[in-house]
Nanobody, 124 residues
Framework: QVQLVESGGGLVQAGGSLRLSCAAS????????MGWFRQAPGKECEFVAT????????RYADSVKGRFTISRDNAKNTLYLQMNTLKPEDTAIYYC?????????????????WGQGTQVTVSS
């Protein structure tokens, strides 16, 4: 059974940092593009960041560019999202996702596997 399990969420003050992790099990994703999405209360799920299979290519939503960094450790089958200079508008449930394709993907429909999400709350 394929599972993506996020961790690292929590409550942080504005300006603070958090590092999310997404551990994969049940299959290897070393040849898969992966990504992070988020959903705030009352809003649609939105793209945050994506990374290709090797980790050499990344893409970010404009709202997080320069503050968030996506990375991966294929030896550990784990995806990360380092979030710095957090703002209250970053408050959301954050989901990791994995594609069966190797490249970067920024649309929800491009992904085949999803985690259950981890809550990030940024207080002002």
């Amino acid at each position: 059974q394929v599972q993506l399990v996020e961790s690292g969420g929590g409550l942080v003050q504005a300006g603070g940092s958090l590092r999310l992790s997404c551990a994969a099990s049940g299959r290897t994703f070393t040849n898969s593009g992966m990504g992070w999405f988020r959903q705030a209360p009352g809003k649609e799920c939105e793209f945050v960041a994506t990374i290709n299979w090797s980790g050499e290519a990344t893409r970010y939503a404009d709202s997080v560019k320069g503050r968030f960094t996506i990375s991966r450790d294929n030896a550990k089958n784990t995806l990360y999202l380092q979030m710095n200079t957090l703002k209250p508008e970053d408050t959301a449930i954050y989901y990791c996702a994995a594609s069966l394709s190797p490249g970067m993907r920024s649309t929800l429909s491009s992904y085949d596997y999803w985690g259950q999400g981890t809550q990030v709350t940024v207080s002002s």
